[in-house]
């Protein structure tokens, strides 16, 4: 199958046009760099000629809460209407789990919107959630440093591999659509200030993490099961934290 990538040059997006390309598929990625812009169309209509497949794993530039909002909702809109005009039969979006949870996030909020957006279109369509990428680690503790302290609430967190995360989604894209959500998730949680504190020491960053209930993560105060799926729901990936870390050190 021809299967578009919407943001196919990113983390993400350039993993999983690999594994389909390894699966015998052509994986087209898109993006601004390829001539595609979905903020504007440009680019779809001739992008998607001959797709049976997208696969939109693209993010916004800016994470100011109204311009990631305009992003999505503006970018989704004009991807379904490309996509029905040119007969694409499978609309797979990838998305976070809890994201109902945590309306003081305005990332969160705009991720929602767009999977309602995807529900109340006429594409056939499947909606990955994911758990926080361990990529992602050093970012979320930048963004909660205070001078050489790193704030972070003590409440579950079950992160798991960019790569896991390309597997399920490229997996996905190649099945019948779900016409709902399935959720994937790293194959064990851990208590989220000791994970940040475990991944500084391995990088030998002498910032002290505080485990801080009120802690706020982007804007929002956690309860304890706030960014992880529900018991049983997900299917995990399988590269475990540790082995990660110690490739990544």
């Given at each position: ?55 939109d794993v693209s993010n916004s530039p800016s994470f100011e809460a109204s311009a990631v909002l305009d992003f999505f909702t503006t970018s989704t809109r004009n991807l379904l209407a490309a ?137 929002s105060e956690l309860a304890e099961r706030s960014l992880v799926p529900d018991e049983g729901r997900a299917r995990l990936g399988g590269t475990r934290f540790e082995d990660w870390l110690r490739?990544?050190?």
């Amino acid at each position: 199958m021809k299967i578009v990538v919407i943001g196919g040059t990113g983390l993400i997006g350039s993993k999983v046009c690999g594994k389909l390309n390894d699966r015998g598929h052509e994986a087209v990625p898109a993006a601004p760099s390829t001539g595609v812009d979905t903020l504007t169309g440009e680019g779809l209509a001739e992008v998607l000629a001959g797709a049976q497949v997208v696969v939109d794993v693209s993010n916004s530039p800016s994470f100011e809460a109204s311009a990631v909002l305009d992003f999505f909702t503006t970018s989704t809109r004009n991807l379904l209407a490309a996509e029905a005009a040119a007969g694409v039969a499978h609309h797979l979006a990838l998305s976070i789990v809890g994201i109902e949870g945590l309306p003081d996030n305005g990332y969160f909020r705009a991720k929602l919107a767009q999977e309602q957006l995807i529900h109340q279109g006429q594409i056939p369509f499947s909606i990955v959630r994911a758990t926080q990428f361990f990529e992602f680690v050093k970012g979320i503790a930048d963004a909660a440093t205070s001078g050489d302290t790193v704030r972070v609430p003590p409440v579950l967190f079950q992160p798991m591999a960019a790569e896991d995360v390309a597997e399920a989604v490229s997996r996905t894209a190649v099945e019948t659509p779900l016409k709902g959500v399935a959720e994937v998730a790293g194959p064990q949680q851990f208590r989220f200030d000791q994970l940040v504190a475990e991944a500084l020491r391995a990088w030998h960053d002498p910032r002290t993490v505080i485990a801080d209930p009120h802690a706020r993560y982007y804007g929002s105060e956690l309860a304890e099961r706030s960014l992880v799926p529900d018991e049983g729901r997900a299917r995990l990936g399988g590269t475990r934290f540790e082995d990660w870390l110690r490739r990544s050190s």
